[in-house]
């Protein structure tokens, strides 16, 4: 072998194994990766989403019922809405008309079932995404601010 088929041969071998290591990160950060969707990007999407994804907007008013240890609540984007199921302890501060994030995935094309909720912490804060979702619907009627605390 000569010297320029050398180098050439462990250039390959590092771009190979350069495109492995890339494949194995992707493939494993895949499974961590969690979408954000409002109650109207939902309802505008042909298929219902397959997977643990993020659902926010707002408690409606009224819909909050306990029993047992299971909550039932809807989470509303005040054009569309979505019924949720979660097992748990609710947030301190979760409360009705109040902003909420939560994380799961749908059991039944009503039902999403939530392993995770989240409430904001004052009356100052709404995630992010629940504020960025209530401005494109246009029924934002918070601060000028996204929701986040800097």
């Not at 999407?45 to 009224?62: F, H, W």
């Not at 029924?139 to 605390?149: A, E, F, L």
Request: glycine letters at 8%; zero cysteines; hydrophobic letters at 45%.
């Amino acid at each position: 072998m000569t010297q320029r088929q050398t180098r050439l041969l462990f250039l390959a071998l590092g771009f190979l194994m350069l495109g492995v290591t890339a494949f194995i990160a992707l493939t494993a950060l895949e499974d961590n990766l969690v979408y954000f969707k409002s109650p109207t990007d939902i309802a505008e999407s042909s298929s219902m989403p397959v997977g643990k994804i993020r659902i926010g907007g707002l408690v409606a008013e009224d819909s909050l019922t306990k029993i047992g240890l299971e909550n039932r609540f809807v989470v509303t984007d005040l054009q569309n809405r979505i019924n949720v199921s979660f097992e748990g302890v609710l947030p301190d501060l979760f409360r009705e008309g109040q902003g909420v994030v939560a994380e799961g995935q749908f059991k039944t094309a009503d039902i999403f079932v939530a392993d995770t909720v989240l409430a904001k912490h004052d009356e100052n804060y709404m995630p992010r995404e629940v504020a960025d979702a209530l401005k494109e619907t246009g029924v934002w009627q918070g601060n000028t601010s996204s929701g986040s605390q800097e």
